[in-house]
């Protein structure tokens, strides 16, 4: 036997507002999930490629996103995209640019997270580790 929406919530005693509660819910979930497809993975749980120190600057993404490094290393970032791109992390930031290379030696162990800022989502990461 068919029965309305309403009449069900009714008989199953679920207040109105509790079903349209639950709705804003699922679509917080939905949007959260979308936003976090979009910004790519965290990169705290990307696997680091160790001992790889050249990194490419492609549209619109690092390769490699994460590269684990010991003291001293100097990473080289090479354009290989068309677009302009920039390299920006604390203690760090290349000229906005289509292509050649950028350099910097990460002297002291830490986490150093990168960003483009032209392009959200653009991120990578050097964990330079002893
Ligand atoms: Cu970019």
Known sequence: MRQPA???????????VGLRTV????LAVL???FLVACSGQNLEE???EVGVDHVEVDDN???ARVVQVT???TVTWTWVGGNDHNVVGEGFQSDLQKDGTFQHTF????????????HGGMTGAV????
């Open 46 to 48: 990307i696997e680091p």
């Open 31 to 33: 949007v959260a999930g």
């Open 61 to 63: 993404t690092f390769d």
């Open 71 to 73: 003291p001293g290393t």
């Open 107 to 118: 002297d002291t162990p830490g986490w150093y997270k990168y960003i483009c800022t032209l």
């Open 127 to 130: 964990s330079v580790v002893e």
């Open 6 to 16: 309403r009449t069900m919530a009714r008989a199953l005693r679920i207040p109105r």
């Open 23 to 26: 709705g804003v819910g699922i």
